[in-house]
């Protein structure tokens, strides 16, 4: 296998990596974005956290296994994004923490203010993990002031302007969105019903967001279009995410809620391959000098390390699947309460 071929494959599988995390990961940030809005008692407090308490440390298993696979495979992109990002991945890295640490330790103590005190942990370290991954990906689309070396030469205020604000907002729009669908799978009764209704304010402000965003990125970051134009058979991307965003309130009126969750989880992967689609064949465009761009080309680890690892990829990626699918298989149908619950 060729050179050009190994490293297209590895960007591929990145990407899927990256995607899978978006889409298993962003319904339990979004369950902890609706934490305190849904949830009206401790019982129904309990029962939005057990809903996805046996799933989410496995799916952060896809982040943990992309910043591995980044690392051996394009080790330039890897220093550069995550010294690039160190305020960011730090806080980012406090509120995975601080998540694991709400589920684990709410119910620990029979008191209310020690009960309010994680419940409120809970919500703002999903709501910032969320928020933090949208900032991400927006300076990553727009371009960074890369310099010589590939290292960065702006600050933390260079990060935060209106552009990857406004992606940040989207991102935890889309993930609450996610994250309201999967509850209305996992909840009954009135509980039920309050998601079912908190669903349709969800969609409205996530397709408000979902076309502003659409407008600046074509203004403020037109290269995010040129892969696009020259090859116009990718404008299939944009057009089935379209779809799949409008697809989402006919599946809730004609109550398949499933079909629903599936169409939110393919809007997030067709996002994730335009976001792909816009940087290619760039992990980081220099907005100081081209000549600083982090390319595949001069990020990637030698021929015989990526066709180790793709090696180890056709045997490992079988095994995580295997894993995730066994286990919502096992924690399949409604979510219930016992003396083992959060």
């Known amino acids: 296998m060729n050179y050009e071929l190994l490293t297209f494959i590895w960007f591929v599988l990145l990407g899927v990596l990256l995607t899978g995390y978006a889409i298993l990961d962003g319904f339990d940030l979004g369950v902890g974005i609706l934490h305190p809005f849904i949830a009206k008692n401790d019982v129904e407090r309990r029962l939005v956290m057990n809903s996805i308490g046996p799933l989410w440390d496995g799916n952060e298993v896809w982040l943990v296994t992309f910043g591995g696979a980044l690392f051996a495979a394009f080790p330039v992109a890897y220093a550069t994004v995550f010294s690039s990002f160190y305020s960011a991945f730090f806080l980012l890295l406090t509120c995975l ?24 942990s809970f919500f703002l370290s999903s709501l910032t993990a969320a928020f933090l991954l949208g900032v991400a990906a927006g300076n990553v689309m727009a371009g960074m002031e890369l310099g010589p070396k590939y290292l960065y030469q702006g600050s933390l205020l260079s990060q935060v302007y209106w552009y990857p604000l406004l992606v940040g907002c989207l991102t935890v729009s889309l993930f609450a969105l996610h994250g309201g669908i999967f509850l209305y799978l996992k909840t009954e009764n ?4 309050r998601v079912r209704n908190a669903i349709s304010n969800l969609f409205y402000a996530f397709a408000g967001l979902y076309v502003i965003v659409s407008v600046a990125t074509f203004l403020h970051v037109p290269h995010a279009t040129e892969n696009i134009a020259n090859y116009p058979i990718l404008w299939i991307v944009p057009v089935l995410n379209a779809f799949a965003v409008l697809n989402i309130p006919r599946a809730m009126y004609l109550g398949r809620p499933g079909y629903a969750f599936f169409t939110s989880a393919m809007v997030i992967a067709a996002l994730a391959t335009l976001f792909s689609v816009a940087i290619f064949p760039n992990f980081m465009r220099s907005t100081i000098d081209p000549a600083y761009n982090i390319t595949l080309e001069n990020a990637r680890s030698s021929r015989a390390t990526l066709q180790t690892m793709l090696i180890i990829a056709v045997i490992g990626i079988p095994c995580v699947l295997s894993y995730t699918v066994i286990i919502y298989w096992i924690f399949r149908g409604k979510v219930t309460l016992d003396k083992n619950s959060y």
């Open 97 to 120: 923490i601080g998540r694991a640490v709400s589920l684990e330790f709410r119910s620990k103590v029979h008191s209310p203010t020690w009960r309010m005190f994680w419940d409120f």
């Open 190 to 193: 009135e509980l039920q019903a």
